[in-house]
């Protein structure tokens, strides 16, 4: 309050009267994207107010980012009036998201205009990117502001969109009227930002499923893409076939899979109750490699309706998005989603389960040469993912990641594995699922949680002293990888020459090669080093990232000959020859390897039940 008093006090108003319009009425926003191809949006927001000082705000932690990276440096052009008269404003001197303004006597309606600058793709994270010349995917948080002074949940608004000529458009809003523009029913501010709408030029539709509706849109740069397989749509149908025999229930009206096929906007993998926002290369479906990289992020996302959406952390379960985010419980909202899409990726065959072993196993490795596990455990992980989802992918094994991600689906394998062998492989994860994630059917809800609900619920599944379990795991720091869940469901990891599906695949697509478990070494095509293992042998020779590798044994540099060299290092003796370039020096490096290639796979251990394979296993509908 001291903060926005003084603020008001600077540009000489008195009323502190809040001028907050009542909840009934709905603010009105329309937004024109004729300019979509141009690059930018103008969006225009009636609101009804009460004469007195008045706060706004420009949406700032997003529910699915995990940060305070609302786009304002992209808002411009904003102006506010009265009756057609400009009023001033001034922005927060703390909070850069929030614009003051004092609304004068007899004034029932303030009317603001803003335009939304749309960005192209680039090497970093920018939720602007999200236009082509033949796509828009609209995200009304970047396009509005709300008042302060209540939840996101109590404030209506009634949106309406214009496109350019002849394009179509895919959302999980209900829709009062086709035209032009597009009316959508009124609904909260919550709700709003948690429907992005998909249009182009070119659009297609698949249902999946009918009652409640589920369908997979397509939006694409070029007709071509999207025409995909028919075996896919298989694929998809028995992904919503298998995640309802997991969860048993539906938080949604209907769900729609928005799926942007182009190389012009953000790849992005984004979850929403309704729908997921997910935009990737416009040849990942018809390219063999891509496809199989790809083949977990729906599940993922899907999951997530239910695991992050209607089941939240309670320290994400904010009332507005001014509201700092909490992530300690990470480690569940994306780290069990994680695991459960890996799971529906093989249930419902977009993996074979010889695909998962493989991607299992190629995570299993990294997690192997994180020698920041040292330092950082997976719980600082989640706690500092707001920092860590902008770090850049140099010395990550040092640093550490966005871990709570990959290496909780080996926790929540662990927690898998112990409820089996607790229960006498009488329980497992799902019934864990049905009790945590299910609940009534039907509109969106939000029904949070706090990690001694997520203990209880365990203990309802199979008694045990789950706190002390999951404590142990989340706050461990050491050498070890935290692989205990593998080897209890039968499988350990093991390493040969025969090269990894995964990994081969991710080296095809993107001429990016990670022998990690090799050199210690991940490399760009072009050969800018990306990270080095502390303690293996690119490290020990003194190399590192931000340098580029000109030459391999004596050969101009390439991923394939890099691949050569390393294969015949068995044969070649100790030493490999590496000339690189550091920050405009050139300097020469010997490694000494002869360990030959080093891919990561999964071993079955006999002497163990195989509770992994029967947990990747299709699940049947009773009869």
């Known amino acids: 309050m ?34 979509a191809p141009q690059k930018i949006l103008h969006s225009v927001l009636t609101m009804p107010v009460t004469p007195g000082a008045l706060t706004l705000y420009y949406p700032k932690w997003m529910v699915a980012d995990h940060s305070p990276d609302g786009p304002i440096t992209n808002l411009t052009g904003l102006e506010f009036s009265i009756n057609g008269r400009p009023i001033p404003w001034r922005r927060d001197l703390v909070d850069m ?55 996101a949940h109590d404030i209506l608004f009634a949106p309406q969109l214009k496109l350019p000529p002849g394009w179509r458009f895919n959302t999980a809003l209900p829709v009062t009227h086709a035209g032009d523009p597009i009316e ?59 995640a309802q025999l997991l969860y048993q229930s539906h938080h949604y009206r209907s769900y729609h899979f928005l799926l942007t096929l182009s190389d012009n906007v953000l790849p992005l993998g984004q979850e929403h109750h309704e729908s997921s926002d997910d935009r990737t290369a416009e040849h990942t479906l018809s390219d063999p490699n891509r496809r199989l990289l790809f083949a977990d992020l729906l599940p993922h996302e899907y999951t997530h309706s239910w695991n992050g959406q209607y089941r939240r952390p309670d320290g ?76 850049p992918s140099e010395w990550t094994s040092i640093r550490r990641s966005t871990d709570f991600y990959p290496e909780s689906i080996f926790l929540w394998l662990d927690v898998d594995t112990t409820i089996r062998r607790l229960t006498h492989g009488t329980r497992s994860i799902d019934d864990f699922c049905r009790l945590f994630l299910a609940g009534p059917s039907g509109a969106p809800v ?35 990888a935290p692989l205990s869940g593998l080897a209890h469901s ?64 004596g050969h101009p540099f390439s991923i394939e000959e890099l691949d050569r060299v390393v294969a015949q290092s068995k044969a070649n003796g100790p030493a490999i020859e590496f000339i690189v370039v550091n920050a405009g020096s050139v300097e020469r490096h010997l490694v000494h390897y002869n360990g030959g290639l080093r891919a990561p796979h ?16 299709p699940r049947q509908r009773a009869r």
């Open 490 to 553: 039968g499988w350990s990891l093991a390493y040969d020459d025969v090269p990894n599906v995964i990994l081969s695949a991710q080296q095809a697509a993107f001429s990016k090669g990670d022998y990690t478990s090799s050199l210690g070494l991940v490399v760009q095509k072009d050969g800018r080093i990306e990270d080095v293992v502390p303690g293996m042998s690119v490290a020990q020779a003194g190399m590192s990232p931000y340098t580029r590798i000109l030459s391999v044994g």
């Open 316 to 391: 994400l379960a904010t009332a507005d998005f001014q509201q700092p985010a909490r992530g300690d419980l990470l480690w569940v909202y994306e780290g069990l989603t994680e695991f459960l899409g890996t799971v529906l990726s093989a249930r419902s065959g977009l993996w074979t389960v010889a695909e998962a072993h493989e991607q299992l196993a190629a995570v299993a490795s990294t997690l192997a040469h994180r020698a920041g596990r040292s330092w950082r455990s997976l719980q600082d992980t989640a706690d500092s993912a707001q920092l860590l989802y902008f770090a």
């Open 602 to 617: 999964l071993r079955r251990d006999d002497t163990s039940p195989d509770y992994l394979d029967d947990l990747l296993a």
């Open 2 to 35: 001291y903060k926005a008093l003084l603020v008001l006090g600077m540009l000489g108003w008195s009323s502190l009267a809040l001028a907050l319009p009542p909840v009934t009425q709905p603010i009105r926003i329309s937004v024109d994207g004729t300019q």
């Open 446 to 480: 939000v029904a949070p949680y706090s990690f001694a609900d997520l203990v209880n619920t365990l203990n309802e599944v199979a008694p045990y002293d789950w706190r002390r379990f999951l404590r142990q795991r989340l706050d461990y720091t050491g050498p070890e």
């Open 97 to 151: 998201y929030a614009f003051h303004l004092q609304i004068p006597r007899g004034a029932h309606t303030l009317t603001v205009h803003l335009d939304f600058l749309l960005s192209a793709p680039g090497p970093t994270i920018d939720f602007a990117a999200s236009a082509s010349a033949k796509i828009l995917v609209l995200m009304w948080n970047q396009v509005l502001l709300y008042p302060k002074g209540r939840s």
């Open 184 to 242: 959508f029913a009124t609904t909260s501010l919550e709700l709003l930002v948690d429907s992005p709408v998909q249009s182009g030029e070119f659009i297609r539709a698949i249902p999946l499923s009918s009652a409640p509706i589920r369908e997979l849109d397509l939006a694409a740069d070029d007709p071509w893409a999207l025409d995909i397989a028919p075996e896919l749509i298989v694929h998809y149908k028995s992904l919503i076939e298998q």
